[in-house]
């Protein structure tokens, strides 16, 4: 089946000796894995590697077969393309953390709009930023909505929050209470949009332990999660 698909990068591995396999987050299918015979072969065929860098932004025109797990591209082409993603240096270490983080927890095959467009947009939002420190972070939090563990923020004057129940707390339940400036940032992220976001102020120590922090909150909602190895340049890239 021809088909047009708008599609977002979460990762590249090569396959045997000349050949790639993409995974995508589709607009219209979820995760879908594509492969691509024989591009590391030739000058030609290189070139096109420029489309499948983390986190671009394509139409793909694809085969798709429902009972396959690996797809063919017929046309590829830029959706959006990036002015500042892949050549700024410290915007390159938050989407090298960005895909490896979506590559994990994104499993379905099967379509969510409203979170291909929430990934869209939110990378539009960052390659036109100048300030742009605690994007990660507003970025991870808001995703804890599409995969069902958002904070509950109908009680968020409580002075601790619970990182395994996400809940706000009048009271102290030992290694998973968030209080003090982790709390008051949470809070302050909680009402914040990322047209917002240069208000924000905190200072790098704050910002690792926070997103250490998001990482835990992660970690105890999804079963399968996996702290990203790329982690430690991010918190190079911002000390």
């Known amino acids: ?13 090569k396959y045997r000796d000349y050949d790639l396999i993409v995974k995508c987050y589709t607009e219209e299918r979820g995760i879908v894995s594509y492969m691509l015979r024989g591009v590391l072969k030739s000058k030609k065929g290189l070139s096109k590697t420029v489309y499948y860098q983390a986190l671009s932004q394509l ?13 063919f591209i017929s046309e590829v082409k830029f959706n959006y393309i990036y002015k500042s993603l892949h050549t700024n ?21 099967e379509k969510n709009k409203d979170l291909f467009h929430f ?12 300030q742009f420190s ?10 804890t909505r599409y995969l069902g563990f958002q904070p509950e923020n109908l009680s968020n004057d409580y002075p601790y929050f619970n990182l395994e129940s996400g809940i706000f707390e009048a009271s102290n339940h030992g290694i998973y209470s968030v209080s003090g400036e982790n709390l008051a940032l949470l809070k302050c992220l909680l009402g914040t949009n990322f047209d917002a976001l240069n208000t924000v102020k905190v200072n790098a120590k704050q910002r690792q332990e926070f997103l250490n922090m998001l990482l835990y909150y992660f970690e105890l909602h999804l079963g399968s999660f996996k702290k990203p190895k790329s982690l430690q340049v991010l918190n190079e890239v911002f000390h």
């Open 134 to 143: 605690n994007f990660h972070l507003l970025f991870l939090l808001k995703l």
């Open 119 to 130: 990934i869209e947009a939110a990378l539009q939002y960052l390659d036109n930023e100048d």
């Open 1 to 13: 089946m021809r088909a047009t698909n708008n599609s977002i990068v979460l990762s590249k591995l």
């Open 59 to 71: 139409q793909i025109e694809e085969n798709y077969k429902p009972n396959q797990s690996l797809h």
């Open 89 to 109: 240096i410290y915007k390159s270490a938050i989407v090298l953390f960005l895909s490896e983080i979506l590559s994990n927890v994104l499993k379905e095959e």
